[in-house]
Nanobody
């Protein structure tokens, strides 16, 4: 059974930082493209960042220069380091694993507010 479990969300002030983690199980992690998506209230889910194996990355324009995606294949974990957070980054952040099949985590809430 494939599981993706996100953690690290929370409430942070504008300009602050958070590090999201997504621990996976039940899949051959190193073979999967790993991505972070987010969905704000009333908005569609959007891609934030992706990382292939070993480590080719891509970012949404809104994330470039502020967010860093990384992966640890030995730990079956993908991370999203977020800095200089803005109120518009407020959303539920989802981990996604894609190869032939696609899997989603349950999401972790990030709220950026003073």
């Amino acid at each position: 059974q494939v599981q993706l479990v996100e953690s690290g969300g929370g409430l942070v002030q504008p300009g602050g930082s958070l590090r999201l983690s997504c621990v996976t199980s039940g899949l051959t992690f190193s073979r999967y493209l790993m991505r972070w998506y987010r969905q704000a209230p009333g908005s569609e889910r959007e891609l934030v960042a992706g990382i292939s194996s070993p480590s080719s990355t891509n970012y949404a324009d809104s994330a470039k220069g502020r967010f860093t995606i990384s992966r640890d294949n030995a730990a079956n974990t993908v991370y999203l380091q977020m800095t200089s957070l803005k109120p518009e980054d407020t959303a539920v952040y989802y981990c996604n694993a894609k190869r032939i099949n696609e899997y989603w985590g349950q999401g972790t809430q990030v709220t950026v507010s003073s």
